[in-house]
């Protein structure tokens, strides 16, 4: 089992391609930006990683291509997911993802693969501070995801484009 302490340690391992990724214990690491950007094949799978820690992922899976359900991440402590799945051909459903301060959510999921329900997602602090671009509506611009009504709502509340 390998545990990189730093962010720069892991993207060493990832970009190794030796290591089985589903033998990496990431359970210390809090930012995964770019880590997977671009990529087509991993050695392994990371459906099985340890993300409570996890801060940001932002371009974490931008242009990503490989397969991999993501589904089970346990993500309480994610604040940063900006363009995290942009154009990623990654497939799976979110709907149990459980994120409990978004920050930053700039085109997260636009033109993504991905799927499922994010009205139990709390927004107020991303729409509080203006952390999420121009429109709101913009994280899922031409993906799988529904814009929440609640989204809606709020988003009107902070006088946030839709």
């Known amino acids: 089992m390998y545990k990189p302490t730093s962010s720069k340690e892991l993207r060493l391992i990832v970009n190794?391609?030796?290591?089985?990724?589903?033998?990496v214990d990431v359970s210390d690491?809090?930012?995964?930006?770019?880590?997977?950007s671009h990529v087509k094949k991993?050695?392994?799978?990371?459906?099985?990683?340890?993300?409570?820690?996890?801060?940001?992922?932002?371009?974490a899976f931008i242009m990503s291509e490989f397969e991999c359900n993501l589904s089970k991440w346990n993500v309480p402590n994610l604040r940063n997911?900006?363009?995290?799945?942009?154009?990623?051909?990654?497939?799976?459903?979110?709907?149990?993802?459980k994120i409990k301060r978004l920050e930053c959510a700039d085109w997260a999921f636009a033109y993504s693969n991905i799927?499922?329900?994010?009205d139990h997602w709390n927004i107020d602090y991303l729409l509080k501070t203006?952390?999420?671009?121009?429109?709101?509506?913009?994280?899922?611009?031409?993906s799988k995801i529904k814009f929440p009504d609640k989204w809606k709502i709020k988003s009107l509340l902070y006088n946030k484009l839709l």
Do not use: H, Q
């Open 29 to 36: 690491i809090t930012d995964f930006s770019f880590l997977f």
């Open 130 to 142: 203006g952390n999420c671009g121009r429109k709101i509506s913009d994280i899922f611009f031409e």
């Open 115 to 118: 799927y499922g329900s994010v």
């Open 16 to 23: 190794d391609g030796d290591i089985p990724l589903d033998d």
């Open 81 to 97: 997911i900006r363009f995290a799945f942009y154009k990623s051909k990654i497939e799976f459903d979110i709907t149990y993802w």
């Open 42 to 59: 991993i050695n392994g799978c990371i459906e099985n990683w340890d993300m409570r820690n996890a801060v940001t992922i932002e371009n």
